[in-house]
Each structure stands twice: as structure tokens, then as C-alpha cells.
């Protein structure tokens, strides 16, 4: 596709749910990337993959996030149980090589009630 | 202490003015990317360098290796400059460190008309 495309842009889930956010990359990008951005903070570190590899995911806060790349394109971000604390934006990312340039999603906005 | 710290937190400006965001960085890394993100989540990648200087449009960065510091600059500032300005860096750890960055807390910068 032309850019890193993330959905559901918005959710909304009741404490406790699980919910599943996909990150579709750009097409021939090895290397993709998890952020969480809490409201007016800057983006941190979740999760990396290079192909269908998570070479690393010691940003993951809990065992309830959950991510893969089963097929070394498309991810998906899960999380169970989902708490308040939970709430943020989860951007993904996406670069030819690992020290490339990144692309960016939209976000998706994850509110936990 | 944060890894990152960008400086200011908040900028304003007038139309037309010469703009400066400064980031420190207290880590070794191997690049350091300068992104621009929009109220809505968007974020685009101005620039990536690891050392000197470069120049896009109205934009310049730069980067002192030595004193872990690198400025964003915005010549003839207009009011669709108005957004958040994140400095981020990756590390030299290498291995699977090398997929991960570090971010500063971002510069909201207003430019009125």
C-alpha cells in the first residue's frame, strides 16, 4: 500500500475485554515497530519485528500485550483483559531496514472504560 | 532523568519568525530522527541523521555528535508549522536493541498568524 495503515483508528472497549489492533506496513518494509503514546506524552518503545521475527519485546508492559507477525507483514497488537491504564494511542511503524527511515501509521486510539 | 529531553516543552511564535527545538540526549546512539506529529496522531518523519547537517525546505537539523545535541530549526515559520515536534534516538547497543527507539516528550509549537 502507499502507507502504514493501522485499525480501527478509534476503539472503545469496557474494562476487562480483549481487543486486537492490526498494522498493515508498507509493502517490502522488513522491519516493524509498536509504540504507546499516553495523552501528551511522547511515544514509547512496545515491540520490534524483522520479517515474522520479534526481535524484541521488552517494552511489552504486562503478558497481557500480546503482538505478531505471523507472515512477516501484517501485525497485530492484542490485549487482554483490558485495564484504564491501558488507554492510549498505539502507533505503528514500519522502514525498509531496521536503521531506515520510519513510516508511520494513523494510530489507533484505545479508550478502556 | 529521561534519556531524551527535548527543550521547550511549549513554543509560540508569529508568523515569519526563526524557530530553534533543541534535544539532548544522554545515551550513545547510531542515529537520531527528528518527527513532526499533528493533533489527530499522525507522525511524519522529517529527518533521520547521525552526524552534520541537513536541510529540507523551510527546515534545517543538525546534530553535535560530541555533545550529544541536535537542534530543529524552522526558517520564516508559518501557522501550518503548528504541531508536536519529537526527537528520537536509537541506540548502539546492536543485536535487537538496534530496533528500538527512545523518544523525548515532544515541543508543541503554535505559530500564529
Known amino acids: 500500500g502507499a502507507g502504514v495503515s493501522q485499525s480501527p483508528r478509534y476503539k472503545v472497549a469496557k474494562r476487562g475485554q480483549d481487543v486486537a489492533l492490526r498494522c498493515d506496513p508498507i509493502?517490502?518494509?522488513?522491519?516493524l515497530f509498536w509504540y504507546q503514546q499516553a495523552l501528551g506524552q511522547g511515544p514509547e518503545f512496545l515491540t520490534y519485528f524483522q520479517n515474522e521475527a520479534q526481535l524484541d519485546k521488552s517494552g511489552l508492559p504486562s503478558d497481557r500485550f500480546f503482538a505478531e507477525r505471523p507472515e512477516g507483514s501484517v501485525s497485530t497488537l492484542k490485549i487482554q483483559r483490558t485495564q484504564q491504564e491501558d488507554s492510549a494511542v498505539y502507533l505503528c511503524a514500519s522502514s525498509y531496514r531496521v536503521t531506515g527511515e520510519l513510516f508511520f501509521g494513523e494510530g489507533s486510539r484505545l479508550t478502556v472504560l | 532523568k529521561n534519556e531524551v529531553e527535548q527543550s521547550p516543552q511549549n513554543l509560540t511564535a508569529q508568523e515569519g519568525e526563526f524557530i530553534t527545538i533543541n534535544c539532548s540526549y544522554s545515551v550513545g546512539i547510531s542515529a537520531l530522527h527528528w518527527l513532526q506529529q499533528h493533533p489527530g496522531g499522525g507522525i511524519v518523519s522529517l529527518f533521520m541523521?547521525?552526524?552534520g547537517k541537513k536541510k529540507h525546505g523551510r527546515l534545517i537539523a543538525t546534530i553535535n555528535i560530541q555533545e550529544k545535541h541536535s537542534s530543529l530549526h524552522i526558517t520564516a515559520s508559518h501557522p501550518r508549522d503548528s504541531a508536536v515536534y519529537i526527537c528520537?534516538?536509537?541506540?548502539?547497543?546492536?543485536?535487537?536493541?538496534?530496533?528500538?527507539?527512545?523518544f523525548g516528550q515532544g515541543t508543541i509549537l503554535t505559530v500564529h498568524p
Open positions: 528520537a534516538v536509537r541506540g548502539r547497543g546492536g543485536g535487537t536493541s538496534y530496533g528500538k527507539l527512545t
Open positions: 509493502s517490502g518494509h522488513v522491519s
Open positions: 541523521l547521525s552526524s
